[in-house]
C-alpha cells in the first residue's frame, strides 16, 4: 500500500529557508504526480507545487514561484519541497500527496489526489 511520510518541519524566522521531505513506499512507477499542499488554520487546504515523476516541469501556486522549489530523487523514492524567503503567510501544516493520474482534475486540487501523508508543521515568524 502506499504510504508517504514528510518530514523536515519547523519554525523559522521570515526570509529564512527550509526543505521538506517525503518519502514514499509502496510504489516505485513513474507515472505518479507528487504534490505539496498546504492547509493554515481556518483555511482549506491548498496546493502549493506539484511534479510528474516521469519528467516534465512543475507546477507551482502563484503565492510561491520563484521562492519555493519541488524536486525528487528517484533512487531514494523521495520528494522536496525546497522553501526559501519564507513569509509569515507561508505557515501551516504542509503535507504530500500522490496520485497515479489528474484525470482532468485540477492539479492544486485536494480531491484529484488519492494518497496523503500526515503533514509536516511550518512555522514561519516576523
Known amino acids: 500500500q502506499v504510504q508517504l511520510v514528510e518530514s523536515g518541519g519547523g519554525s523559522v524566522q521570515a526570509g529564512g529557508s527550509l526543505r521538506l521531505s517525503c518519502a514514499a513506499s509502496?510504489?516505485?512507477?513513474?507515472?505518479?504526480?507528487m504534490g505539496w499542499f498546504r492547509q493554515a488554520p481556518g483555511k482549506e487546504r491548498e496546493g502549493v507545487a506539484v511534479?510528474?515523476?516521469?519528467?516534465?516541469?512543475?507546477l507551482y501556486a502563484e503565492s510561491v514561484k520563484g521562492r519555493f522549489s519541488i524536486s525528487q530523487d528517484n533512487a531514494k523514492n523521495t520528494v522536496y519541497l525546497q522553501m526559501s524567503s519564507l513569509k509569515p503567510e507561508d505557515t501551516g501544516i504542509y503535507y504530500c500527496?500522490?496520485?497515479?493520474?489528474?484525470?482532468?482534475?485540477?492539479?492544486?486540487?485536494?480531491?484529484?489526489?488519492?494518497?496523503w501523508g500526515q503533514g509536516t508543521q511550518v512555522t514561519v515568524s516576523s
Open positions: 500527496a500522490a496520485t497515479r493520474g489528474l484525470h482532468g482534475g485540477p492539479w492544486n486540487d485536494r480531491g484529484t489526489y488519492a494518497y
Open positions: 509502496g510504489f516505485r512507477q513513474t507515472s505518479y504526480y
Open positions: 511534479l510528474y515523476r516521469g519528467g516534465g516541469n512543475p
